[in-house]
């Protein structure tokens, strides 16, 4: 897992938001770097997965990064200035069966930056861990647990939902864990 990360992993995707906001493209952060911000960089991710919530056409989209100095390399963007990979996932905006219907929203210096809430957070996390068995995911998902309180009954509701109850109580069970119960 890795370690350390770039202090301006949140300043790179407010600004890559920004960008999006600017030419009216509706984007939500999804993934590791969530979990890199909730967890204070405990967890670093070295990607920014935004959902094209909004369903913006591919050329709007790459023409919103160009403007912004990013290039399309493969699948993702890069900026030769910029430490992270911006990948854009095609909508919809959901976790499992589970379409995500709240988001948070941090300001930094003064530009908004959607993202998943911590319990939908988690939720991504474990859905890697509930369908394809990813321990890694699973750390992510405690790493959030042990950073900030979480309500863990919507996740809860969520993985019976999945088919995953038993999973999601191993999960409760590990230990060093600051979420309520």
């Keep these: 897992m890795k370690k350390t990360q770039s202090p301006g992993m949140r300043l790179w995707a407010a600004r890559v938001a920004d960008c999006f906001t600017r030419n009216g493209i509706e984007v939500v952060l999804t993934g590791g770097a969530c979990v890199s911000i909730y967890t204070r960089n405990k967890y670093a991710s070295f990607n920014l997965d935004f959902v094209n919530v909004g369903g913006a056409p591919a050329r709007s989209i790459v023409e919103a990064l160009g403007q912004a100095g990013f290039r399309k390399e493969g699948r993702v963007f890069t900026r030769a200035d910029c430490p992270y990979a911006v990948d854009i996932l095609s909508p919809p905006l959901s976790i499992g ?50 950073s900030i309180e979480v309500d863990l009954a919507p996740v809860r509701r969520w993985a019976i939902a999945e088919g995953h109850l038993e999973k999601f109580k191993a999960f409760q069970r590990m230990p060093a864990r600051r979420a309520k119960k």
């Excluded at 809430?117 to 369908?131: C, E, G, N, Q, V």
């Design 97 to 146: 069966a589970e379409p995500v219907r709240t988001t948070a929203t941090l300001t930094v210096r003064g530009k908004k930056l959607k993202l998943l809430t911590p319990s939908d957070s988690i939720k991504d996390r474990l859905a890697a861990y509930f369908h394809w068995n990813d321990l890694q995911a699973l750390e992510q998902a405690l790493l959030i647990c042990r």
